[in-house]
């Protein structure tokens, strides 16, 4: 979810980002900054690195003119479109609780509008779309679930055990 309440499709809470615009990156060049907090026109005009690029602060792929490469399409432009025989499954990222007590990343936005957000969008743009909700966080499938009965809500875990 953008700054400006927008459903994006991006994968990691994080984005990394350049302060300088060359081949080569130092360490130092590197930024970190959680997706809520851009604006859809900010998300929009990033130059953006893979994941790994920012871990490690080495970027390796420089194809930022191509299109298709643009990351945080909107989730109502990919409901549009995308051929309506293809399904989706709809992942709702919302940050979770790590194994030491602190969070992925803090939330700043309540619950019940960032779920209305992307119902909102959903509802008016699926269509007879088949789409499935997911989730790792169970309280988000439960309000997916009990704000909307037209699509199954799966919940996601990692399938750790002890065992």
Same mark, same amino acid.
């Given at each position: 979810?953008? =700054?400006?309440l927008?459903?994006?499709?991006?994968?990691?809470?994080? $984005?990394?980002?350049s302060?300088?615009?060359?081949?080569?990156?130092?360490?130092?060049?590197?930024?970190?900054?959680? $997706? =809520?907090?851009?604006?859809?026109?900010?998300?929009?005009?990033?130059k953006?690195?893979? /994941? $790994?690029? *920012?871990?490690?602060?080495e /970027?390796?792929?420089?194809?930022?003119?191509?299109?298709?490469?643009?990351?945080?399409?909107? +989730?109502?432009? /990919? +409901?549009?479109?995308?051929?309506m025989?293809?399904?989706?499954?709809?992942?709702? =990222?919302?940050s979770?609780?790590?194994?030491? *007590?602190?969070?992925?990343?803090?939330?700043?936005?309540?619950?019940?509008?960032? $779920?209305?957000?992307?119902?909102?969008?959903?509802?008016?743009? /699926?269509?007879?779309?088949?789409i499935v909700?997911s989730?790792?966080?169970?309280?988000?499938?439960?309000?997916l679930?009990y704000?909307?009965?037209?699509?199954?809500?799966?919940? +996601?875990?990692?399938?750790?055990?002890?065992?």
């Amino acid at each position: 979810m953008s =700054k400006d309440l927008v459903p994006v499709i991006y994968h990691d809470f994080i $984005v990394y980002v350049s302060l300088k615009k060359k081949k080569t990156l130092d360490s130092h060049d590197m930024l970190e900054l959680p $997706v =809520k907090e851009l604006t859809l026109e900010q998300l929009s005009n990033l130059k953006i690195y893979h /994941a $790994v690029e *920012g871990r490690n602060r080495e /970027a390796k792929f420089f194809d930022e003119d191509l299109d298709e490469h643009q990351p945080f399409p909107q +989730l109502a432009d /990919a +409901l549009n479109l995308i051929d309506m025989s293809v399904g989706f499954n709809i992942e709702v =990222k919302w940050s979770m609780q790590l194994k030491d *007590g602190t969070l992925e990343l803090d939330r700043s936005i309540d619950k019940n509008l960032y $779920v209305d957000c992307i119902l909102d969008v959903v509802l008016s743009k /699926a269509g007879s779309r088949r789409i499935v909700f997911s989730c790792f966080d169970p309280d988000m499938c439960t309000m997916l679930r009990y704000k909307q009965n037209l699509y199954p809500v799966m919940f +996601l875990t990692l399938g750790v055990t002890e065992k």
